[in-house]
């Protein structure tokens, strides 16, 4: 069986997509808790104006779960909304860099025009 690769977003306007986002659907994960409530990502845009600084936040058991990175793109010639995200471990000394693959699938079309 022939695996196809997923369509991602293109010309994504980095700048109309930064602000709070709530999660509706998801790919499980280890890091993220399995009874995770009210899930949310919050994006802003980095004074380089190239990065995304990223704070994801949930609920699980009554208590608050967040964990913050930096988002870029993937290949910075490519014009398809892959990213790439980076953040550290443990998150009170950020030590260890984990990165993993961001990739926006759909968005309103008015977000892809200014």
Do not use: C
């Not at 995770?36 to 949930?58: C, F, I, P, Q």
């Not at 980076?86 to 079309?109: A, E, M, Q, R, S």
């Amino acid at each position: 069986m022939l695996k196809k690769e997923m369509k991602v977003v293109r010309n994504l306007v980095t700048e109309r997509y930064m602000g709070r986002w709530y999660e509706i659907a998801l790919f499980p994960s280890f890091f993220q808790p399995k009874n995770g409530k009210d899930t949310r990502a919050t994006y802003n845009l980095n004074s380089d104006g190239s990065t995304v600084h990223v704070l994801n936040e949930t609920w699980s058991d009554g208590k608050r779960n967040s964990i913050e990175g930096t988002a870029y793109k993937a290949n910075p010639k490519s014009d398809e909304a892959k990213l790439k995200v980076k953040f550290y471990f443990p998150h009170f000394l950020p030590l260890i860099p984990v990165t993993g693959n961001y990739w926006v699938l759909y968005v309103d079309p008015d977000l892809l025009n200014p």
